[in-house]
């Protein structure tokens, strides 16, 4: 009989056993050349990437307490700090991140920042992201705060691509963790004016789970609260607020495709401009243009004692 494969043995990866194949999975098919992982603790993910990529870029605010192997690069410190900066060097030396993955700063705007770094940069053209620990309310707030659809190279979103988990350990009971997000990214492939990055089929799962959980919170707090409260009508209340949830992220994705559409006027507009800017300086630093200088001096003149 087969043993089981080591990412289902690994005692310090910090990720489900379902979040650990779908990785496996990725990896194993688009076997990066660069990849990055924002946030590697221990290192148990970082490994498994690094079996994977040719070329690895840890960010942290602590080195790994693994030994990683030699094709791993660590970056110590503030990944707000550092990413900007490494990326920037990528895209002088025009090079593409072909797998990122964001743990790190789990803080609403710390989430944020990594991503739009990631989004912002032409380094990032062909990629795939995957965003852990999306079903956490901290990181699901910085996350939805990402207006993905106002990048056209962005062509899919899936947030609860693998779900959460709420626990029930004493420790950390009641808590909303783990659920990995996926992000595609493709500049060949622009999503701009070609509908909706986000899955339509199915309704976000993250938020409906953190309703549902302040929904238990609230009969475990009321005596007698299962009595009163059977579950047709619990039903009925995730229903009703699934539906509330639906409307306001319908508007949300119209607002989001509008603002894409600004920013892509926006964004030509500038290229005009940019264009008549430069051909004017053309001209003016002609030579024939500096020769004609005095002759139209002279036509001033006339014209100013006519």
């Known amino acids: 009989m087969p043993a089981l494969p080591d990412i289902f043995e690994d005692a310090v990866w910090q990720m489900s056993l379902g979040e650990r194949a779908a990785v496996e999975g990725v ?16 290192g148990g993910a970082l490994r498994r990437i690094a079996a994977h990529a040719t070329e690895v870029h840890s960010f942290d605010l602590t080195a790994p307490s693994l030994a990683q192997p030699d ?3 660590l970056h110590v410190g503030d990944s707000h700090e550092l990413l900007p900066v490494f990326l920037a060097e990528l895209v002088e030396r025009d090079r593409n991140v072909d797998f990122v993955l964001v743990d790190g700063d789990h803080s609403p705007e710390g989430v944020r920042r ?9 380094a990032v053209a062909r990629t795939v992201i995957l965003i852990h620990d999306t079903a956490n ?3 699901r707030s910085g996350v939805d705060a990402v207006r993905f659809a106002a990048w056209p190279k962005v062509t899919h979103v899936e947030l609860d691509w693998v779900p959460g988990r709420m626990f029930a350990q004493p420790e950390l009971r009641d808590e909303l963790w783990y659920g990995l997000g996926l992000v595609l990214v493709d500049s060949a492939r622009l999503a701009y004016g070609s509908g909706p990055v986000y899955e339509q089929r199915y309704r976000d799962w993250g938020p409906l789970f953190a309703e549902l959980r302040e929904t238990i919170l609230l009969r ?16 009925r209340r995730v229903r009703s607020m699934s539906r509330e949830l639906a409307v306001r992220y319908a508007r ?9 559409g600004i920013r892509e006027a926006l964004a030509q507009a500038e290229a005009r ?3 008549a800017d430069r051909t004017l300086e053309n001209v003016m630093d002609s030579a024939s243009w500096k020769l004609t200088r005095p002759l139209r001096g002279a036509k001033r003149g006339l014209r100013r004692s006519d």
């Not at 990896?27 to 221990?42: D, H, K, V």
């Not at 475990?220 to 039903?235: K, N």
């Open 27 to 42: 990896l194993t098919q688009l076997e990066p050349a660069l990849a990055i992982e924002i946030g590697s603790a221990e």
């Open 252 to 260: 949300e994705r119209e607002l989001e495709t509008e603002l894409a």
């Open 220 to 235: 475990a707090q009321e005596p007698g609260a299962a009595d009163l409260e059977p579950a047709d009508v619990l039903l």
């Open 114 to 122: 990594d991503l739009e770094d990631l989004l912002d940069s032409r």
């Open 137 to 139: 309310e901290r990181v």
């Open 273 to 275: 401009r940019e264009r």
């Open 71 to 73: 094709n791993v690069a």
